[in-house]
């Protein structure tokens, strides 16, 4: 499985973006995606999940704001950031196949690259 996260980018506070995350190898149309942001000396932390069948879970830091969903036809899913604020800055990831807490990223098999968002004040 490789994951290809995209769709960083730089926007003010209250700004919004759509980041991405396409897989290839395999379908992950049944398996739940994560993404994870992590900051400069700040440890990787997670921000939301979407399960195969559509549940969703997200940080209490994210939640009101940012939305998750998932397109099974081009196995791909989204995270839409609203509000963003300047504490959103990091880079971020996202992930599949975990054992264990979903909300542990050290229990993730399989990471995209990374793509950093930045909100200036």
């Known amino acids: 499985v490789q994951l290809q996260a995209s769709g960083g980018g730089m926007v003010g506070a209250g700004g919004s973006l759509r980041l991405s995350c396409a897989a290839s190898?395999?379908?992950?149309?049944?398996?739940?995606m994560a993404w994870f942001r992590q900051a400069p000396r700040k440890e990787r932390e997670f921000v939301a999940i979407i399960r195969g069948g559509g549940t969703t879970n997200y940080a209490d830091s994210v939640k009101g704001r940012f939305t998750i969903s998932r397109d099974n036809a081009k196995n791909t899913v989204y995270p839409q950031m609203n509000n963003l604020k300047p504490e959103d800055t990091a880079v971020y990831y996202c992930?599949?196949?975990?054992?264990?807490?979903?909300?542990?990223?050290?229990?993730?098999?399989?990471w995209g690259q990374g793509t950093q968002v930045t909100v200036s004040s």
């Open positions: 992930a599949t196949r975990f054992l264990g807490t979903y909300y542990s990223a050290p229990n993730y098999n399989y």
């Open positions: 190898g395999r379908s992950l149309s049944s398996d739940s």
